[in-house]
């Protein structure tokens, strides 16, 4: 067989030297003022990915979308709402591996809430209540509104203002929490 590795107190001494190293890398990222160009180049990659996974979606499993441009209104909120909810995330914890496990528990609860686990109407009533909390609800919602619900302008502004506001409130927060800690 091959060479087995061996074992130390963290279980696997790779474990130890593979945080260093992520944490090393980590503090060299915020360090770094990355230019605009680098931050569009970043947004643009994010919506082509969106764009091809709706192409898949149109191409190979027929989904019909009844108003492209309330599409377009909708995936923008929710990338900027969930871009300000990742940036309070980012600094909730003083290590990278402390903030990735406050953030997959409240990720796990909002997307619970949300209905990204179980559909809205199979909750109780008090759940569904509470979902209107979860910032993945308004997601779930200005996305099916602008495809299959054919939501009015005006339906769709809720969940999608709803967003917009959240994630710069979020982004606001975590910016002037991250400054904080330089």
Known sequence: GGARPRRGRTGITGVGSRTELID?????IAMLRFPS???????????????????????V???????PLKLLVAMTSVALGFTGLMMVLSVLGKTPRAASGVSWAILMV????????LPLFMMPPWMQMASKLSPVSWAILSLE?????????????LPCGGLLVFGLACFAFGSAHFKRQD
């Not at 090393?24 to 060299?28: G, I």
């Open 24 to 28: 090393s890398v980590h503090r060299r």
């Open 37 to 59: 160009k680098a931050r569009i180049s970043c947004r643009v990659g994010n919506s082509l990915r969106n764009m091809t996974m709706l192409g898949i979606g149109i191409v």
């Open 61 to 67: 499993f027929g989904l019909e979308v009844g108003a």
């Open 110 to 117: 909002a997307s619970m809430l949300g209905g990204a686990m």
């Open 145 to 157: 509104g602008a495809i299959w619900r054919d939501y009015s302008w005006a339906e769709l502004a």
